[in-house]
């Protein structure tokens, strides 16, 4: 017997007496009216908006359903989007190229032009989670010297063509963009576009700073003049490679990256703007069945606040994912484990859950989102989970601790 009462139902189901079944669904269905409709209670809910989604894989059918069809601010948990768009479009095994040119002659030890890079979006440029991915830096000096060059007559140039809607997105809260989880993605990236924890303000400039310096140390000279290449041809010199796009996906989704997010989100659609990475995003999961009827998506990351999603939205998506066969990486297996990995490192540590939810966190202020996944003994998903929190009152811990009992409580 299903049971519904202000926007929740649940599924109640009585074995051995029939008759039991209504008696609890009249008791629950009271609780409901006491508790507001809240089925995560928590100080001034009532001002607040919670959509809840509890799916049972097997069936099919949602065992808990409040506000399904509300539309919400996903904060982080958005990345569940753009990782699933990655993984159909093969992009786990993919890897971003960064070429390096030289334009003009060459003559005597001296390059008559300039040295140009063509940035194309790589988040993972010189990043501190990739330590053992060779240093593009050393790659270049490296290279200049084996194409015998002692000195660079022209400049050190960053060729941004290939790359439209350079820099953050222009849906991010201008208060964000300081700090560095609001780093725009850049068509040349590096360091994570960071200074300790502030966004770094040209990222392409101190590139260009850090290798003009180690080039010196090895002996060559930029000399930063104006010359004429009008006709010369350029001349690759170097492709630099990315890590493949599991570990990408793996580290963002464990720590919540936002570069890294908005950089697979372009990968979608190389050379074309952010707009036609989102609709490619659309198409590649609507094919898979999910429905993108009560959606609004600007970015990969979840970081704008313009964005939109349903419960049932994401609960179709985690469905649809967990279903699906072959890859080079388990959508499942992006997801931290509860009490172990991540972000919900913390979350649920000590209890019987404890590496038994596999879920994505997502926060800002006023938002605290879980979704993922409940794992069986062998690690497989049994439910998938979706927990949108917007507009709370209290402290962020009362929520965090509202939704770690109603989890203990469903599961």
């Not at 989102?369 to 949108?388: F, M, N, Q, R």
Request: glycine share 10%; proline share 4%; aromatic share 8%.
């Amino acid at each position: 017997m299903e049971i519904k009462n202000n926007n929740i139902s649940y599924q109640v189901k009585c074995r051995f007496w029939p008759g039991l079944a209504l008696v609890v669904a009249v008791m629950l269905a009271g609780v409901f009216r006491a508790d507001a409709g809240s089925v995560i209670p928590f100080s001034r809910d009532r001002a607040s908006s919670v959509a809840v989604v509890v799916r049972d894989l097997a069936t099919g059918e949602d065992v808990v359903s409040q506000n399904p069809y509300k539309a919400m601010l996903p904060a982080s948990t958005m990345k569940c989007l753009t990782a699933a768009a990655a993984i159909e479009a093969g992009l786990d095994t993919a890897r971003f190229e960064t070429r390096v040119y030289t334009r003009g002659r060459i003559e005597d030890g001296t390059l008559l032009g300039d040295l140009v890079i063509a940035g194309n979006g790589d988040p993972t440029i010189e990043s501190a989670q990739f330590p053992s991915n060779p240093s593009f830096v050393n790659e270049i000096v490296r290279a200049v010297k084996n194409a015998g060059i002692r000195v660079v007559e022209g400049e050190i140039q960053v060729d941004t063509s290939s790359f439209p809607d350079d820099g953050p997105c222009d849906r991010w809260e201008l208060s964000d963009l300081r700090y560095e989880y609001g780093a725009g993605l850049y068509a040349l990236n590096y360091r994570d576009n960071r200074v300790g924890d502030k966004a770094m303000e040209s990222p392409s400039e101190s590139f260009g700073e850090a290798l003009e310096n180690r080039l010196a140390t090895e002996g060559v000279t930029v000399c930063w003049q104006t010359v004429d290449t009008s006709g010369e041809p350029l001349a690759e010199i170097l492709v630099h490679r990315s890590p493949r796009g599991g570990e990408i996906l793996d580290n963002l989704m464990s720590r919540s990256d936002n570069l890294f997010a908005e950089g697979m989100l372009r990968l979608l659609a190389p050379g074309q703007p952010r707009s036609a990475a989102i609709a490619r995003e659309r198409r590649l999961l609507s094919s898979r069945g999910v429905d993108f009827d009560i959606t609004d998506i600007h970015d990969g990351s979840g970081l704008s606040r313009n964005n939109r999603v349903t419960a049932r939205f994401m609960a179709d998506l985690l469905e649809k994912m967990a279903g699906r066969r072959g890859g080079a990486v388990s959508y499942v297996s992006l997801f931290p484990l509860v009490g172990e990995e991540g972000t919900v490192k913390t979350l649920l540590k000590g209890t019987p859950l404890q590496g038994r939810l596999a879920l994505k966190s997502g926060s800002m202020n006023g938002v605290h989102c879980y979704a993922g996944y409940k794992l069986d003994s062998e690690g497989k998903p049994t439910h998938a989970v979706v927990i949108l929190v917007n507009d709370f009152f209290c402290k962020r811990a009362e929520v965090r601790d509202a939704i770690a009992r109603f989890l203990k409580q469903q599961f």
